[in-house]
Nanobody
Framework: QVQLVESGGGLVQAGGSLRLSCAAS????????MGWFRQAPGKEREFVAR????????YYADSVKGRFTISRDVAKNMVYLQMNSLKPEDTAVYYC??????????????WGQGTQVTVSS
């Protein structure tokens, strides 16, 4: 049984920063990827970033490249998303997920409950 728990969301002004955390438990995650996705009201869930457990191979959506940084702590089974220079369009529920190395939600069978990020203008 895989369990993912996100934390760190909140309300921040445009230009500010937030750091999201995802605590993973229940299985061995080597050879899989951890991804962050987000979903804004009325929109489809979209890929944000992913990192591979076995090596710090990262990949970002163009919309967040240069502003967001994904990292992991293998010893603690934690994944982080450092979000800088936040924009109002970053407002969404952010989800942590684990699965293959893809960028589609269907590539990730396990999901957390999500954490709300709201960026005010």
């Amino acid at each position: 049984q895989v369990q993912l728990v996100e934390s760190g969301g909140g309300l921040v002004q445009a230009g500010g920063s937030l750091r999201l955390s995802c605590a993973a438990s229940g299985r061995t995650f080597i050879n899989t990827a951890m991804g962050w996705f987000r979903q804004a009201p009325g929109k489809e869930r979209e890929f944000v970033a992913r990192i591979v457990w076995s090596g710090p191979f990262t990949y970002y959506a163009d919309s967040v490249k240069g502003r967001f940084t994904i990292s992991r702590d293998v010893a603690k089974n934690m994944v982080y998303l450092q979000m800088n220079s936040l924009k109002p369009e970053d407002t969404a529920v952010y989800y942590c997920a684990t699965g293959s190395w893809g960028v589609a939600p269907s590539d990730y069978p396990y999901w957390g409950q999500g954490t709300q990020v709201t960026v005010s203008s």
